[in-house]
Structure formats: C-alpha cells, structure tokens
C-alpha cells in the first residue's frame, strides 16, 4: 500500500469561514501561520493562522 504525503489541517476555530464543521477541517489547501508581535515563548499560542477570514 502507497503512503500519501498528504497533510490535512484541522480546525475548530466556527467563526472563520474555511471551517468545515462536519469533519473539523480547514478548507483551504494550505494556511499561513505568522508570529504574534512580542512573542518568544517557544510555546504554540507563540503563532496564529493568518488565513483566517471571519463568516
């Protein structure tokens, strides 16, 4: 059996359009993730999606 090298972006975030409630997924193929200004703590709340588009 043939491994895809498909990666799926998960998302719960019900305020950004992308969001398909059904199966807690982003619908676009790709995201940007940038920096939060001042932030260096090495922790994953550091980013934030900056594709999102409000509904």
Do not use: A, R
Request: proline residues 5%.
């Amino acid at each position: 059996m043939k491994m895809e090298n498909k990666q799926k972006i998960n998302c719960t975030v019900e305020s950004c359009i992308y969001n398909n409630p059904d199966n807690e997924c982003c619908n676009l193929k790709s995201i940007i993730v940038t920096p939060k200004t001042n932030t260096h703590t090495g922790t994953p709340d550091e980013s934030k999606c900056s594709s999102y588009e409000s509904e």
